[in-house]
């Protein structure tokens, strides 16, 4: 089975208030050492035996790295790997950051697929959350990128953000429906302990929005979109017939991946490693000639099982039964017998032919289901 490569670009303009993912501001003076670190863990794992389908850069924020380095990454991946022909190549990138040149770049070097986070169109909720953008810049970015053939565009949006009312969702959604993106994806905010978001709120100095506004706000986006014509594949993920992302499935179906870059996790021969999360502290490993792992483990049967079912049933196509009694000699439909016939009497489930998976109502109870299930 072909495997997934991801590759982790931590550098930022400015950290999101909301943000606690493995990114800085400030170290665009690392980029030159941190892009050679890279290609030479790209080496470490190199075998041309293994296909790889699907490679996502990510961050950070990738569409700030210097001119070429994306194309040269790209380039030493397939010297390393077999990248298959049909293989589903993804960038992330902030609107204020995309050029011409650099779509380009990304398009020739065989990307394919492009992300952009637009989170919302209200210029003061952007600016709010400490995003550097504007919607002048989203429409830019997006019209940039068709005219230079991208026809695969994903837009991420935020429901759930401070003083973000039903009428600012609605005027978003109509932005990136009016701008034909073939994939969005809407997420609710978390916060996350430790950010600043997180302390602002827990001051008093901001509020967030009750939970059933929030909810009333996804299920907007739900009813919309699919009016639109897109298909909610996952609880956050909606798509245009054949534009569901190949890496996104790969992930909720636990398939094998590569994680490159400092603080990338990755997943092979049933182990889960995590890399350094401090750039200065990866780029020294690497330059030690060691792999820089911080973290590895086992996940053993049991843990795989949970992963599967609580994975899966973030899909719209749930969990294959047969597949799970085959794998862990587990039946479900016997040892979960009471707990899916209260699941589906209260209209949470449903099971058809081999597949249990979640309502649009069990969907808005999702780990409570989960829950359920591998209790």
């Not at 550097?132 to 990128?145: C, F, G, L, Q, R």
């Not at 929030?214 to 909606?238: D, H, I, P, W």
């Not at 490693?273 to 030690?288: D, F, K, P, R, T």
Request: include cysteine.
């Amino acid at each position: 089975m072909a495997i997934g490569i991801y590759v982790h670009f931590p550098f930022c303009v400015s950290k999101c208030l909301y943000c606690n993912f493995n990114s800085y501001a400030g170290k665009n003076d690392m980029q030159i050492k941190y892009f050679s670190a890279l290609i030479k863990e790209i080496s470490m794992y190199g075998d041309k035996k293994i296909d790889v389908d699907t490679i996502y850069m990510g961050g950070g924020t990738p569409s700030i790295m210097f001119d070429g380095c994306v194309s040269t990454i790209m380039t030493e991946i397939r010297k390393n790997f077999n990248v298959l022909d049909d293989a589903e190549i993804t960038i992330e990138a902030n609107p204020n950051s995309v050029t011409s040149m650099k779509l380009s770049e990304w398009k020739d070097a065989g990307v394919n697929r492009l992300s952009i986070g637009l989170q919302s169109s209200n210029a003061n909720i952007l600016k709010l959350i400490g995003r550097p953008h504007n919607k002048a810049d989203y429409i830019n970015a997006v019209e940039m990128a068709k005219s230079v053939g991208f026809s695969n565009i994903n837009t991420d949006i935020l429901v759930g953000l401070p003083r973000q009312k039903l009428s600012d969702v609605k005027k978003t959604l109509d932005l990136v429906v009016k701008h034909n993106c073939t994939h969005v994806s809407v997420y609710s905010l978390i916060l996350e302990d430790n950010t600043p978001l997180y302390n602002m709120v827990a001051s008093g100095e901001l509020h967030l929005p009750k939970e059933e506004k929030t909810l009333g706000m996804y299920n907007y986006a739900l009813k919309f979109l699919r009016e639109k014509g897109y298909e909610r594949y996952e609880v956050s993920n909606f798509a245009r017939p054949d534009y569901e992302s190949k890496h996104n499935m790969h992930t909720w179906q636990m398939h094998e991946y590569i994680g490159l870059g400092a603080g990338a996790n990755g997943y092979m021969d049933g182990i889960r490693y995590g890399n350094l999360e401090s750039i200065e502290e990866y780029v020294s490993a690497i330059n030690n000639n060691t792999k820089p792992i911080s973290f590895s483990e086992k996940i053993n049967s049991k843990e795989q099982l949970e992963e599967t079912i609580m994975l899966g049933l973030r899909t719209a196509r749930g969990i294959s039964l047969n597949e799970i009694k085959k794998q862990f000699k587990v039946d479900l439909i016997k040892s979960k017998a009471e707990t899916i016939a209260n699941l589906t009497q209260w209209g949470l489930i449903k099971i058809d032919k081999d597949y249990l998976f979640a309502t649009d109502l069990g969907f808005t109870v999702l780990n409570k289901i989960i829950l359920e299930l591998i209790s």
